[in-house]
């Protein structure tokens, strides 16, 4: 009834058409922005079929003898459409084991797509998944507002969002990522010693791609870029994939600024805004003066496992 093949690029408009039609998938599991790293990576992914038809595709990057779905992405799984059932899903991820078994695979790492990305329950593979003995090896702790439901900002948050509505500042759609992506290096690499997942000429091109997708949105005053937050806008759900303030812009409360303008008015009528996660160390330790801040602003936790499935 199934037929799995590893993907190929004269595959890409089914594929894409199949994470279209989803229930978990979104604009991070098109070809497009997986292959933007493809040099990176060694794909080793799989289209499902049945009776000729596609109905879900599996992101995979394989690496040895490690199948990681995807190594490049913070998450995928199965990316399933409505058509598929809890049997069909077993029986697939029965035929999954079976193709990495074949090519030498060993185990594969699962990154399972949060609840909240989902458009219609898709979870069908976490079952799977315990019924062929995989373990939960891995949590990150994502905060994410419900905002469909009542939520609130810490008085002390609405102070200093109250406080910066009276300065000079303002807030627009940034059209240039590279003062941005000089802000967040400098940010990232004063406070943590790291530099950017992304680098400018990556984040540019992604853009280029997805540019309804991926929008810039600055705080800015007379003298220059103040805070802004990157957003990876995936319909029912808006992501902050990366945010700065500069000294200043800290000074003045640039950034809480901009983000109760997205969370109260510009993407007030989603479903959910994630803030990403704020674990460390694979989910070993929690940041909690950065979750703490999400949580201000009426955030709370959802949760990204990572299963190990031995083959």
């Not at 060993?106 to 373990?135: Q, S």
Request: net charge neutral; aromatic share 10%.
């Amino acid at each position: 009834m199934f037929t799995l093949s590893s993907y190929a690029p004269t595959d890409t408009a089914q594929w894409d058409a199949v994470v279209g039609h989803s229930r978990n998938g979104n604009f991070l599991h098109r070809r497009a922005y997986m292959d933007y790293h493809a040099d990176r990576y060694t794909d080793g992914s799989l289209v499902v079929k049945r009776n000729e038809e596609a109905v879900a595709v599996f992101p995979v990057s394989v690496k040895q003898k490690v199948a990681t779905s995807h190594g490049g992405l913070s998450y995928a799984g199965l990316i399933a459409t409505r058509a598929m059932r809890a049997e069909w899903t077993m029986e697939v991820f029965e035929r999954i084991g079976e193709h990495y078994r074949a090519h030498g695979v060993e185990r594969i790492i699962y990154k399972a797509v949060p609840h909240v990305f989902h458009a219609y329950p898709a979870e069908e593979d976490l079952y799977a998944l315990h019924r062929l003995g995989a373990r939960l090896m891995r949590r990150d702790v994502a905060s994410v507002i419900a905002l469909r439901e009542p939520f609130g900002f810490t008085e002390g948050r609405r102070r200093a969002v109250a406080k910066a509505r009276k300065s000079a500042i303002r807030m627009h759609v940034g059209s240039d990522l590279a003062d941005f992506h000089a802000l967040l290096s400098e940010v990232l690499r004063s406070r943590h010693d790291v530099a950017p997942t992304h680098s400018l000429a990556e984040l540019r091109l992604l853009q280029s791609r997805f540019p309804h997708q991926i929008v810039l949105h600055e705080a800015r005053d007379e003298n220059g870029l103040l805070a802004a937050a990157l957003i990876y806008d995936f319909g029912r759900v808006v992501h902050t994939q990366y945010l700065a303030a500069s000294e200043r812009g800290r000074e003045c409360n640039a950034l809480n600024l901009l983000l109760a303008e997205l969370i109260e008015r510009i993407y007030a009528d989603r479903h959910y805004f994630s803030f990403g996660i704020s674990t460390e160390q694979e989910g070993r330790v929690l940041n909690g003066g950065l979750i703490a801040q999400k949580e201000y602003f009426g955030a709370r936790a959802v949760v990204h496992d990572f299963y190990e499935w031995m083959l």
